[in-house]
């Protein structure tokens, strides 16, 4: 369990960061929307539309369109619409344009969204860094030489079996020993109470330092 909490802070020393999740949708979001081809929406399209729409309302309610059907429709539709009056037509074309337009407009709109989205998160990383520094540093790296050695043993190790494993994992996770009779007789002989009238009602400023190692003075014991 150490030796994976050791992997897992050297994990950012030896990968790379990875897009963040939002900034990755923006992205995709925005080559979907720049895909999108408005300008093959013509009057046709409304016509066909129409004539499915006919053929659906004369069918009894919940029954859906036999394919046979769906394929006449679409055999047919592209005659037909040559076929109707140029006032229809043009209509048609008209809405069309409108369509086009409006298309047009939806998805600058969409892209522009997306775009401020990742320019937002953009600038939210750099304050994060700024304010938390690199964790790719060197001076933000908690290892000691120690760890480093145990790392490099722990790699050139022969694998682990099962039993290895769970027994590793017993002793992680394994109270501290009892405090033996004789050391408790001694401590008891020490008078800790004379030269401190007073609590100190303040963290001495060593503590910081003490608590950062703490891994490294694992086992010590401090006399203050």
């Not at 769906?70 to 069309?96: D, F, V």
């Not at 522009?112 to 790719?136: F, Y």
Request: glycine content about 4%.
């Amino acid at each position: 369990m150490m030796m994976r909490s050791y992997f897992h802070m050297m994990k950012p020393l030896v990968t790379a960061e990875k897009a963040r999740k939002s900034v990755t949708v923006a992205l995709k979001r925005i080559a979907r929307s720049e895909d999108r081809q408005p300008k093959h929406i013509t009057g046709r399209q409304f016509f066909l539309k129409a004539m499915f729409g006919e053929a659906m309302a004369a069918l009894p309610a919940g029954a859906k369109l036999h394919r046979a059907t769906s394929k006449s429709i679409m055999k047919e539709h592209s005659c037909l619409y040559k076929q109707m009056p140029s006032p229809e037509r043009n209509g048609l074309e008209h809405r069309a344009k409108l369509a086009r337009a409006s298309s047009m407009e939806a998805i600058q709109e969409d892209i522009h969204h997306c775009q401020a989205l990742v320019s937002l998160d953009d600038t939210r990383a750099r304050e994060e860094e700024l304010q938390l520094g690199k964790l790719m540093l060197i001076s933000n790296c908690r290892f000691s030489g120690d760890d480093i050695e145990q790392l490099q043993s722990f790699v050139n190790s022969a694998p682990l079996s099962r039993a290895d494993v769970q027994g590793l994992r017993k002793e992680a996770v394994a109270g501290p020993k009892a405090t033996p009779a004789a050391v408790l007789q001694a401590l008891s002989r020490v008078d800790v109470s004379s030269g401190h009238d007073e609590l100190p009602t303040a963290p001495p400023s060593w503590l910081r330092d003490v608590c950062i190692c703490r891994d490294s003075l694992r086992g010590a014991a401090i006399w203050v």
